[in-house]
């Protein structure tokens, strides 16, 4: 049976923590979940321990730092890396499917999961920040040739060996836009699949301002 690794940056995510590390399990084999804490100032430290996480004090701040340190520890007993956010925002339901991709598809690196299709509730995100990822996406194929409808998504299975020896320049919500170039830079498809995207437990952090960083690494790349 393959193994997962799941990885999740959290900051003060107390009220969604829980909930999603105990829907993961429904849906993931004994998976080994590594949060990476940014220092928080609630319990999201103590709730993380309590449902059987390994917590990792992040050192720096962003979530580009967190999962930079976080894939450091990807090895061998890894088939399979989960990301996902410590908000609850991302129903973990669609990681079998997003898993048999893998299984069944030796070309295909990374599965994500794009929030931008007909189960898309525009109440969900912000409008300016929906236009802003729409922005985005349409740069990111331009200029990177990353043909993907959601390349900002926060949940994504991806194939361990691609994580081993990466070390991440982003620093914050750039991160994921690195990801996506680092598989694509590998030979490697990128797959994604319909997903419908929840209301965020406790207070959102990504702001317009990041907008223009992650702008800036997709000229970097």
Known sequence: MKKNLVIIAALNEEEGIGPTIEELKKFLSKPHFLVVDGQSEDRTVEIAKEMGAEVLMQVGKGKGSAIGQA????????????????????????????????????????????????????????????????????????????????????????????????NPKSKGFDIEVELNHLVESKGYRIVEIPIYYRQRMGEKKLKLRHGLIILRRILLE
């Open 71 to 166: 894939v450091r520890r990807v090895d061998s007993n890894a088939d399979y890396v989960v990301f996902t956010d410590a908000d609850f925002t991302y129903p973990a339901e669609y990681l079998p499917k997003m898993r048999a991709i893998l299984d069944q598809n030796r070309e295909v690196g990374m599965v994500t999961g794009n929030r931008f299709n007909g189960n898309f509730y525009l109440g969900s995100l912000h409008n300016v920040l929906y236009a802003g990822n729409r922005t985005i996406a349409f740069i990111h194929i331009l200029l990177n040739g990353v043909h993907m409808h959601d390349p900002l998504t926060g949940l994504r299975v991806v194939r361990s060996e691609i994580l081993k020896g990466w």
